[in-house]
């Protein structure tokens, strides 16, 4: 059983104990401002609206930013795997060049012969 680190964190002005593993403290709490980052923006745009929907709102813009954020690398990981296979079938070439040069070489000799 691994010890747990008890944290209070701040959402809304209200404070929740959190359980997180020892040396997560610290994204756990980076991850507790960006809610609140973002509970602040929309509460910026309504004041009336309620903790529950306010709650909900944010989890919603931080899913869509946490799929944002996945598209964007995979669409970096997709380019990387075009890249490489680019690369391998530059050096490809390069060997097949060099390979052929050699066979010349080969056939020349065989020719003088």
Do not use: F
């Not at 359980?19 to 602040?40: A, D, F, H, T, W």
């Amino acid at each position: 059983m691994s010890i747990k680190i008890n944290l209070n964190i701040d959402l809304n002005g209200k404070k929740y104990p959190v359980l997180c593993e020892p040396g997560e403290e610290q994204r756990v709490i980076n991850s507790s401002k960006e809610v609140n980052k973002v509970i602040n923006e929309l509460s910026a745009v309504s004041e009336s609206i309620g903790e529950t929907r306010l709650l909900a709102m944010t989890c919603l813009l931080l899913a869509d930013k946490l799929i944002d954020k996945s598209e964007v690398i995979e669409s970096e990981n997709s380019q990387i795997k075009t890249n490489l296979n680019s690369q391998q079938v530059i050096e490809l070439v390069n060997w097949i060049e060099k390979v052929t040069i050699r066979m010349n070489n080969v056939a020349s000799l065989l020719e003088k012969n």
